[in-house]
């Protein structure tokens, strides 16, 4: 069973900074590429954040270039986002995404979200 569990959301002031991390079970980090979406009221699910299985590729949508940071800890079965410099426009429950990949077959797995807010 794969399970996908967000943590280290909350509320946090203009400029400041959050880690989010997703405990991973069911599915290995070095098969798997890995995502970080979020979703703000009335809005799409927005992609923020990959990483890929095999060279570590990291990818970021240009709303949080220079302030985001993807990383993984295999051993820990984990992947992280650190968030600097936060703004107003980053409140979003924020999602982690797996794809395995498995040859030609991919799979996603979803985790449950959890919240960030920027307020002052």
């Known amino acids: 069973q794969v399970q996908l569990v967000e943590s280290g959301g909350g509320l946090v002031q203009p400029g400041g900074s959050l880690r989010l991390s997703c405990a991973v079970s069911?599915?290995?980090?070095?098969?798997?590429?890995m995502r970080w979406y979020r979703q703000a009221p009335g809005k799409e699910r927005e992609l923020v954040a990959t990483?890929?299985?095999?060279?570590?590729?990291?990818t970021y949508a240009d709303s949080v270039k220079g302030r985001f940071t993807i990383s993984r800890d295999i051993a820990k079965a984990t992947v992280y986002l650190q968030m600097n410099s936060l703004k107003l426009e980053d409140t979003a429950v924020y999602f982690c995404?797996?794809?395995?990949?498995?040859?030609?077959?991919?799979?996603?797995?979803w985790g449950q979200g959890t919240q960030v807010t920027v307020s002052s």
């Open positions: 069911g599915v290995t980090l070095s098969t798997s590429v």
């Open positions: 990483i890929t299985n095999v060279y570590e590729a990291k």
């Open positions: 995404n797996a794809v395995r990949v498995r040859g030609a077959v991919r799979d996603s797995y």
